[in-house]
T-cell receptor
């Protein structure tokens, strides 16, 4: 699996968009970009995934650069319940969790 | 999405005893389930892949004789930590694959916190 790099932590004001970056410069052609999040002491939750096109669902949007070497997860209107560790995973098979980004949403 | 439950949610046991953790897929027939563990302040580590009706596939460094996995039905996989020691204290989480085009969309259980005294 390609290695990913994420900032260790980020803050976001409630109601604002949270933009979480992920670098994956060694991504292979058959590898997808997945995003999961883990709220404290719970199991991870699937958010979104994509191959090369931008994706949007009810939770978030995923923007993948044209060269696929980086991506951004966008939570359009962050709430306090979005406080969690967000994992960017690049894989064609198993999920390998890195250290993720700890997003703190504040009032 | 699929609903995955785990039982128990937490367990405390004495060193040397065995502990069984159940993972159930409540509304989905799970051919494949995964077992992860997470030590405090660390990320999830895949332990093994459990396939219904066949032997589990363990990740490198995970002792298959210590962590016994049984996936006898499409809705239940169990992880038994045998002869538990304090270093086995961890958060154990299972997941199932959604299947279909969303190959790696996994649904995770709420986790089981094991404390070995």
């Amino acid at each position: 699996d390609a290695k990913t790099t994420q900032p260790p932590s980020m803050d976001c004001a409630e109601g604002r968009a949270a933009n979480l970056p992920c670098n994956h410069s060694t991504i292979s052609g058959n590898e997808y970009v997945y995003w999961y999040r883990q709220i404290h002491s719970q199991g991870p939750q699937y958010i979104i995934h994509g191959l090369k096109n931008n994706e949007t669902n009810e939770m978030a949007s995923l923007i993948i650069t044209e060269d696929r070497k980086s991506s951004t997860l966008i939570l359009p209107h962050a709430t306090l319940r979005d406080t969690a560790v967000y994992y960017c995973i690049v894989t064609a098979s198993k999920l390998t969790f890195g250290t993720g980004t700890r997003l703190q949403v504040t009032l | 999405g699929a609903v995955v439950s785990q039982h128990p949610s937490w367990v405390i046991c004495k060193s040397g005893t065995s502990v069984k953790i159940e993972c159930r897929s409540l509304d989905f027939q799970a051919t494949t389930m995964f077992w992860y563990r997470q030590f405090p302040k660390q990320s999830l580590m895949l332990m093994a892949t459990s396939n219904e009706g066949s032997k589990a596939t363990y990740e490198q460094g995970v002792e298959k004789d210590k962590f016994l996995i049984n996936h006898a039905s499409l809705t239940l996989s169990t992880l038994t930590v045998t002869s538990a020691h304090p270093e086995d204290s961890s958060f154990y989480i299972c997941s199932t694959l959604a299947g279909g085009p969303k190959y790696n969309e996994q649904f995770f259980g709420p986790g089981t916190r094991l404390t070995v005294l």
